[in-house]
């Protein structure tokens, strides 16, 4: 891993340790799959001592992948481990500390006792780990740090690479350098720029540049858990960082390792890309988001939501029916249009002409020509390519949708886009690394101080929905989450359809958080301390309250991790017991070990009663 090495994906057990013959089919499954490492959870000594036996069991059945205990609270069942498998997971967080949500106020000598603390607790694994030849994740957790770094530099990117910190440097302290780094969380813009944080952190502070392995927590399963996984990994990669990837997913380990293989095969074709300009001061601080200021033009840019356009320009014929797929659905015999949470902005029609009434909610873009002959359309707008808006062809005197690829956006057109207070500039880019080369546009737009909103368009053709999930979520969520764009074009020939189309480019304004259109459901991956079956609760739970638009529900299968790692969720729906739920409005315990066959509608009186329920 690491160096020149290819960019390896891992994923995780979920069957029980000690059921050996289970975790050694799943893991010969995973393999399979294209898996490289695999992890299995040690919650104490007698599954860390289990792990022998998995891996006897797999390595007389041919397979050598290397296998990584994953320990939280118990140094002792990680110390075992390390004689055992090639690498231990540790989590700075809770290695030595346990949770109990304090702020401490320490003095200066009172956290270096802390630290100290800290060192003679890991100091007998590194050890072993040097002994052994052991590799180590230091694996810091967004949603459990400890309550000493949570007290001194809070709940931030900045406490997460300081809690890894800590643990670095007493492996380096013992010329123990065999280690990996991770700053995961559920949320991909605190994740993205953690990691980007740590990198500048090792930088600055002289440590060596070690490998990092990417993931987001708890991203859910669906379409939701590829493109928040897609968000926070995809926008690392394109970055250049990430040396090991693992997508959590609420569904089998195996269907993470597809997920994981589109995102890093992508850069197998990568190198030798068309030349993006080089930068030499960005005005983009990669560690804090901030959304870049525009004008507001029609409900684009300023403090207006990103917009979504959807692609018909291939249509021979668009009806009250083809916008089903896109949101408005059509009531003939009442005679009206009902408008749903992803209903999108606009549609680009290129020069199929509309010939019924719309939904009021809805704008049309047309070519320019077909523009010109329709011009007395209501919300009918022009898409002027940028060589013909500079000529001065006529303009909308509301909105026009400008289109430039980084090569044509000469100092003329941005000239001209500063002073037209009815102007949004479509992206595009033609180059194989087509996200830098738009997040290069953006540099240039705010370097010459030009504030038109800006929509990020792509296009993709003949990919299966899962790549078009994927590879959308980079492009374009790895701008948003820099705070670069105002709204998003997809074109997407042949990738599953208009209505999956539409719905992604929704779920990427989901994922990163810039607009919200459906409840958001943070459930762990599950793993061999997990009590209920995940995926089927996820299931019931999202039938029950898939309309709480906005609204937050952690599930999370243990109550050991599930409570930190379920970091911002508004309700958490928590493994307690066999057959037990506990259940949380954000951080607080609201009722303990409810059984598990009313925890559903016992979640679901809690949201009543806190105001927050509407009738589906
Ligand atoms: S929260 Fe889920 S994945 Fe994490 S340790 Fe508990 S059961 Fe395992």
Redesign the pocket.
């Known amino acids: 891993m690491g160096g020149s090495n290819p960019i390896r994906v891992q994923s995780m057990t979920t069957i029980d340790t000690m059921d050996t013959k289970g975790s050694v089919e799943q893991t010969l499954r995973m393999v399979a799959a294209g898996c490289e490492y695999v992890r299995i959870?040690a919650p104490s000594i007698k599954e860390a001592q289990n792990l022998a036996e998995i891996k006897k069991e797999l390595r007389a059945r041919g397979c050598n992948v290397p296998l990584i205990a994953d320990i939280?609270f118990t140094p002792n069942a990680a110390e075992l481990a390390a004689r055992l498998v090639e690498k231990v997971r540790v989590n700075p967080g809770n290695y030595a500390d346990k949770k109990r949500f304090e702020t401490i106020d320490y003095t200066e000598a009172a956290y270096q006792a802390e630290l100290d603390r800290i060192r003679s607790k890991f100091l007998p694994l590194v050890k072993i780990c040097k002994e052994h030849g052991t590799a180590m994740r230091i694996g810091t957790n967004h949603g459990s740090l400890s309550d000493r770094i949570m007290s001194r530099y809070g709940d931030s990117p900045t406490g997460m690479v300081e809690s890894a910190l800590e643990f670095l440097k007493i492996c380096e302290d013992e010329n123990y350098f065999n280690i990996v780094l991770s700053m995961k969380s559920s949320n991909p813009q605190i994740m993205v720029q953690a990691y980007r944080l740590l990198v500048q952190k090792l930088d600055e502070g002289g440590f060596k540049p070690y490998p990092l392995h990417l993931g987001v927590t708890e991203a859910g399963d669906g379409e939701d858990g590829r493109i928040k996984s897609s968000v926070g990994i995809g926008t690392l990669l394109e970055d250049g960082l990430g040396d090991t990837i693992r997508v959590s997913l609420t569904e089998e380990p195996e269907a993470e390792v597809p997920v994981a293989l589109t995102l890093v095969d992508r850069y197998k074709e990568r190198a030798g890309h068309e030349p993006i300009p080089e930068v030499e001061n960005t005005p983009i601080n990669p560690f804090e988001y901030s959304r870049r200021s525009t004008f507001e033009v029609a409900n684009f840019g300023g403090h207006q939501v990103p917009r979504v356009i959807a692609d018909f320009s291939a249509k021979q014929k668009v009806t009250h029916a083809s916008l089903f797929a896109l949101g408005y659905i059509y009531s003939i015999p009442l005679d009206k249009w009902t408008i749903t949470d992803m209903a999108c902005d606009y549609i680009f029609l290129g020069d199929c002409v509309l010939d019924f009434e719309i939904p009021g909610t809805l704008g049309l873009i047309y070519n320019h020509k077909t523009w010109l002959a329709n011009k007395n359309q209501v919300r009918a707008f022009p898409f002027i390519r940028a060589e013909h808006y500079v000529e001065g062809v006529e303009t909308s005197p509301t909105l026009n949708f400008v289109y430039a690829t980084l090569n044509i956006l000469s100092r003329e057109l941005i000239n001209k886009l500063k002073n037209d207070p009815t102007a949004v500039l479509l992206i595009d880019t033609y180059n194989k690394h087509g996200m830098v080369e738009q997040r290069r546009l953006f540099i240039e737009l705010m370097m010459n101080d030009c504030k038109v909103p800006v929509v990020i368009g792509r296009a993709y053709g003949d990919l299966q929905v899962e790549q078009l999930q994927v590879y959308a979520a980079t492009d374009i969520g790895g701008l948003l989450i820099d705070g670069l764009g105002d709204g998003i074009f997809l074109a997407a020939e042949n990738c599953g359809g208009d209505k999956v189309v539409n719905e992604t480019a929704f779920n990427i304004l989901q994922a990163t958080r810039t607009r919200i259109s459906k409840t958001e459901y943070i459930s762990?991956?599950?793993?061999g301390?997990?009590l209920f079956d995940l995926q089927e609760t996820t299931a019931l739970i999202r039938s029950r309250t898939y309309h709480l638009k906005g609204l937050k529900i952690g599930i999370?299968?243990?109550i050991?991790?599930?409570p930190g790692?379920m970091a911002d969720a508004d309700y958490g729906y928590v493994?307690s017991g066999p057959g037990r739920i506990t259940l949380y409005r954000g951080k607080e315990v609201v009722k303990r070990n409810v059984p598990s066959a009313k925890a559903v509608d016992e979640l679901i009186v809690l949201i009543r009663g806190d105001g927050n329920w509407i009738e589906p």
């Not at 762990?524 to 793993?527: A, G, I, L, M, T």
């Open positions: 959870t939280h762990c991956p599950s793993c301390r997990t999370m299968g243990c050991v991790n599930g790692e493994g």
